[in-house]
């Protein structure tokens, strides 16, 4: 089992910048995909981006790709995702997402069996 702790979350205006880190305890990080979803009010949790065990291989949302970024250190049990460029419509609670199960970063929520309690990404135009 795996606990999951977002921050970095924050108020920013359109066209600036965020970095958010998700801090992983408990099962050998490097054994775990990773993955950012986030969630606006009335809508569907979205997939952000995923990333594989050693890094190597990385897995984007359309609609923030050339934007975003998502690393990992597996040293620091922290994978990081960096945005850039926000618009308001990346407002929304970003959560971090675990699973040891699968083969390769996935989009799908359901695939994933661990996440954290969330940070609140508010972008003001």
């Known amino acids: 089992q795996v606990q999951l702790v977002e921050s970095g979350g924050g108020l920013v205006q359109a066209g600036g910048s965020l970095r958010l880190s998700c801090v992983a305890s408990g099962r050998t990080f490097n054994t775990y995909v990773m993955g950012w979803f986030r969630q606006a009010p009335g809508n569907e949790r979205e997939f952000v981006a995923a990333i594989s065990r050693s890094g190597r291989t990385t897995r984007y949302g359309d609609s923030v790709k050339g934007r975003f970024t998502i690393s990992r250190d597996n040293a620091k049990n922290t994978v990081y995702l960096q945005m850039n460029s926000l618009k308001p419509e990346d407002t929304a609670v970003y959560y971090c997402?675990?699973?040891?199960?699968?083969?390769?970063?996935?989009?799908?929520?359901?695939?994933?069996?661990?996440w954290g309690q969330g940070t609140q990404v508010t972008v003001s135009s």
């Open positions: 997402a675990a699973d040891y199960k699968l083969g390769s970063p996935s989009d799908n929520r359901y695939e994933y069996d661990y």
